[in-house]
């Protein structure tokens, strides 16, 4: 079965202290992970797409990273705009229009 | 501006009573979906529609129903046999899900 898993549920950062949030997925074959942005009370909002291991993606402090297995989300000296809640999605071989959805991982940056 | 529009924001429904959310897109994207997201979980697929006049149930379609007469509209009705219907109500559209959703704004659905 098609699965995705974001760990940890939540993160509190004080500013500037970099880490990473993780997407483990097990899937019948890759054609695609999405990573996404969702502020309270809003529609999440498209970052980034990786399609292949090896391959990276960077948007100003963020860097996304994708292996066989799983995929980081990298925070490089974060600010309190970047508290979010940050969602992982695949799409598996086989199905030409649906995703699958991580729970999603809530980041909390202190000032 | 191309975009994907949700209305109302905030709804309320009565005990016994159906709501229909709506949900608008000009992007011409083929395909049209209807997610669930309750507090601390992912999101949840209620239905999806793939082209005009089909429709097929998601994870959690017991309770809803939903119509595509147009490319640009799939509107999404609570009905009364949905007994937990408080929650956010996320729409979203794309072209071949490769290129990944684009999400409208959401619409809270409260229960009085």
């Known amino acids: 079965e098609d699965q995705v898993t974001q760990s940890p549920e939540a993160l509190r950062l004080q500013e500037g202290e970099s880490s990473s949030l993780n997407c483990s997925y097990t899937v019948s074959g890759l054609r695609g992970l999405f990573w996404y942005r969702q502020d309270p009370g809003k529609g999440p909002e498209f970052l980034f797409t990786l399609y292949s291991a090896g391959e990276e993606k960077e948007k100003e402090r963020l860097k996304a990273t994708l292996t066989k297995k799983e995929s980081f989300l990298h925070i490089t000296a974060p600010k309190p705009e970047d508290s979010a809640t940050y969602l992982c999605a695949v799409h598996p071989r086989g199905s030409n229009y649906q995703l699958i959805w991580g729970a999603g991982t809530k980041l909390i940056i202190k000032p | 501006d191309g975009g994907i529009t949700q209305s109302p924001k905030y709804l309320f429904r009565k005990e016994g009573q159906n709501v229909t959310l709506s949900c608008e897109q000009n992007?011409?994207?083929?395909?049209m979906y209807w997610y669930r997201q309750d507090p601390g979980q992912g999101l949840r697929l209620i239905y999806y529609s793939q082209i005009v006049n089909d429709f097929q149930k998601g994870d959690i379609a017991e309770g809803y129903s939903v119509s595509r007469e147009k490319k640009e509209s799939f509107p999404l009705t609570v009905t009364s046999a949905q007994k937990n219907p408080t929650a956010f109500y996320l729409c979203?559209?794309?072209?071949?899900?490769?290129?990944?959703?684009?999400f409208g704004s959401g619409t809270r659905l409260t229960v009085v």
């Open positions: 992007l011409n994207h083929d395909a």
């Open positions: 979203a559209s794309s072209m071949p899900a490769n290129y990944g959703y684009t």
